[in-house]
């Protein structure tokens, strides 16, 4: 499973911020998952379960935020909402559409003791 793998480092980059910050428990851990990063929400609290096991995030709570795709179109310069990763603009079908949110997967915040 592929949000196996995606948690395993994302749990790995939590702890790495929560010893540098002198913490020894995370309480929350934060994520931002663009709707087209390819990762389902329900697949990831299932993996975080998982892999936080025996690290500083056992038991954390886990909030995602979803990040709609949104993106500008080099040729007609339209903005708009897209739904799947694509390059071609969805109003005037030219290849020069750049998605500026929806591919993110990362720690946007993390709670820790
Ligand atoms: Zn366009």
Redesign the pocket.
């Known amino acids: 499973m592929h949000e196996l793998s995606l948690t395993q480092s994302l749990v790995e980059i939590a702890e790495e911020h929560a010893r540098r910050a002198g913490g020894t428990v995370i309480r929350g851990i934060t994520l931002e998952v663009g709707e087209l990063s390819g990762a389902v929400p329900e697949a990831l609290e299932f993996a975080f379960d998982v892999c936080s096991r025996g690290t500083l995030a056992e038991g954390a709570t886990l909030t995602i935020r979803r990040v709609p795709g949104h993106g500008r179109?080099?040729?007609?310069?339209?903005e708009t909402v897209c739904h799947e990763l694509t390059a071609v603009?969805?109003?005037?079908?030219?290849l020069?559409?750049e998605l500026d949110t929806g591919t993110e997967l990362r720690v946007l915040e993390l709670e820790v003791d």
């Not at 603009?89 to 030219?94: I, L, M």
């Open positions: 179109c080099a040729v007609c310069a339209a603009c969805p109003v005037c079908g030219a020069g559409f």
